[in-house]
């Protein structure tokens, strides 16, 4: 199975400013997964971060305010804009299954909050 | 479309009882299945996980699950509670290209001494 690094860990950032969350695996994927979950609530999907072209984003998230970017086939950003104390959630990466299975593992999380 | 129901959003135990923890799924084709751990303040991992095959799957710390199409379920089980087991499971699915996994609203698990 992949192995995923996720960082930063946790951040306490104000509203209005932007953060920047980075995921990194240790073998190449075709596809990258962002999920958000807010306190006390089950994993939503955010957005399919493919390679070479635009994210797929899930009904409810739009690109202003969560763009992702996909450099290569290790790596992925998702940044959450113009924060609100809404924001407040941890924030994963994971790789998924497909034609090859990758493991459908996790990063560890980015526990964002927003003050 | 995909889903995944959890009957329970709280359930108690005593140590050593048997854990039974229900996922009920809807999918028009045959799904992938997953059962995923939470521990507090800890990310995610994966339980175990039905692709093809056995419909009886053995996953860590002791747990199995069963999956049968005809009840569209994937219950999770464990014969003796351990105090350490407390924490919130999700039951996920995944369809075809079977990339992406939805998840359940969670199970949060409590075992009482």
């Known amino acids: 199975s992949a192995v995923i690094s996720q960082k930063p860990s946790r951040d306490i950032c104000q509203r209005g400013t932007s953060l920047t969350i980075q995921c990194q695996v240790d073998?190449?994927?075709?596809?990258m997964f962002w999920y958000r979950q807010q306190p006390g609530q089950s994993l939503t999907l955010i957005a399919t971060?493919?390679?070479?072209?635009?994210?797929?984003?899930e009904s409810g998230f739009v690109i202003d305010k969560f763009p992702i970017s996909r450099p290569n086939l290790t790596f992925s950003t998702l940044t959450v804009s113009n924060m609100s104390p809404e924001d407040s959630s941890i924030y994963l990466c994971s790789v998924g299954g497909g034609a090859v299975s990758y493991g459908y593992t996790f990063g560890s999380g980015t526990r964002l909050t927003v003050v | 479309a995909q889903s995944v129901t959890q009957l329970g959003s709280h359930v108690s135990v005593s140590e050593g009882a048997l854990v039974l923890l229900r996922c009920n799924y809807s999918s028009s084709v045959p799904p992938y299945l997953f059962w995923y751990v939470q521990y507090p303040n800890q990310g995610l991992q994966l339980l175990l996980k039905y692709t093809t095959g056995a419909t009886l799957v053995k996953g860590i710390n002791g747990f199995e699950a069963e999956f049968k199409k005809s009840e569209t379920s994937f219950h999770l089980t464990k014969p003796s509670a351990h105090m350490s087991d407390a924490a919130e499971y999700f039951c996920a699915v995944s369809d075809p290209p079977y990339d992406k996994v939805i998840f359940g609203p969670g199970t949060s698990l409590s075992v009482i001494p």
């Open positions: 073998s190449q994927v075709t596809m």
């Open positions: 971060a493919n390679q070479g072209s635009e994210a797929t984003y």
